[in-house]
């Protein structure tokens, strides 16, 4: 990650956490199988930046977030939400709006 | 979960389902396989978020980053599917992970007095966004009070809950009563 895609991730996992209903942003980790195969592949997590994984590409950045939320808070409209809060934060940090973002709610609490 | 490699004979879906259900009823061909029976214990290990992880490389490190490590193990280790939410924007890809609305229920479970949620499975299109989808929960109860009335409060509890939370279309709701507790004692 270079430093402006840091600083990117750090401004939107903010810009999440400020979503109401949001309880925390998880680091998107190994998938299960990698994990299984060898636990420590989790130590990979990036240690700086935000929690929101931004990716800078030539067609547009990808941005991946994961979240557990309230449940207080209907899940639905909570992760429409979420997108469009980080769609609206990623095109104002990065000068246009990215060209795929994901947003996963892993926990509902 | 999206991982289709197998362990053995078995998805990880289907080693993660054994888990849930607490290896029982035991079931011998996951058992007598060594490489199903290997990943089932590293799964299991994932679960508690190990010892061994603590012990790496992690400590020194900040409190923040290993809670978000430990958050990412656990919930990774129970995600299950991931259940689409439907979505205009083609650009977006929106989702529920099925480890979520298990846990959902767990929790609603527990607010019901006597009730203990042992499993949920999700049936019929689930990976559809949108879809028709079969919930059954199984759970066990306490002999101390009506089991049938119990039974329907979690499921008003999980209709409602279901009704707000689920990117899916709940086609039907089953809450089954798979042990009584007698005494405490299952």
Redesign the interface.
């Known amino acids: 990650m270079s430093d402006d895609v840091r600083s990117v991730s750090r401004g939107l996992t903010e810009v999440v956490l400020g979503v109401p209903g949001v309880r925390s942003v998880v680091p998107p980790g190994p998938k299960l199988a990698t994990l299984v195969r060898d636990i420590r592949s989790v130590l990979d997590l990036p240690r700086d930046g935000g929690a929101v994984l931004v990716q800078d590409r030539a067609d547009g950045a990808r941005i991946r977030v994961v979240v557990t939320t309230d449940r207080l808070v209907p899940t639905i409209a909570l992760v429409r939400a979420v997108r469009d809060a980080v769609v609206a934060a990623a095109a104002d940090a990065l000068g246009r709006r990215p060209a795929d973002v994901t947003v996963r709610v892993v926990e509902i609490d | 979960?999206?991982?289709d490699?197998r362990?053995g004979a078995f998805t990880?879906e289907e080693l993660s389902d054994y888990l849930d259900s607490h290896r029982t009823p035991v079931r011998p061909d996951i058992e007598d396989d060594p490489e199903a029976a290997a990943?089932l214990g590293?799964?299991e290990?994932?679960r508690t978020a190990?010892r061994?992880?603590l012990d790496?490389?992690?400590v020194g490190?900040?409190d923040g980053?290993i809670a978000?490590?430990l958050?990412?193990?656990r919930?990774?280790?129970h995600?299950g599917r991931?259940i689409p939410?439907p979505?205009d924007?083609p650009?977006?890809?929106?989702?529920?992970?099925e480890?979520?609305?298990r846990?959902?229920v767990r929790?609603l479970g527990d607010d019901v007095p006597g009730v203990t949620v042992r499993r949920t499975r999700f049936t019929g299109d689930v990976e559809v966004p949108g879809g028709q989808v079969d919930v059954e929960v199984s759970i066990a109860v306490t002999a101390d009070g009506p089991v049938h009335l119990r039974a329907e409060s979690l499921r008003e509890l999980v209709a409602a809950?279901f009704s707000?939370?689920?990117?899916f279309t709940v086609r039907s709701l089953t809450v089954r009563v798979a042990d009584l507790i007698d005494g405490g004692r299952p």
């Open positions: 979960m999206t991982d490699e362990f990880l990943a590293r799964l290990l994932l190990s061994d992880l790496a490389e992690a490190t900040d980053w978000s490590v958050t990412s193990i919930t990774t280790a995600a991931d939410v979505d924007d650009a977006s890809t929106l989702v529920v992970t480890g979520a609305l846990a959902l929790a809950a707000a939370h689920a990117p």
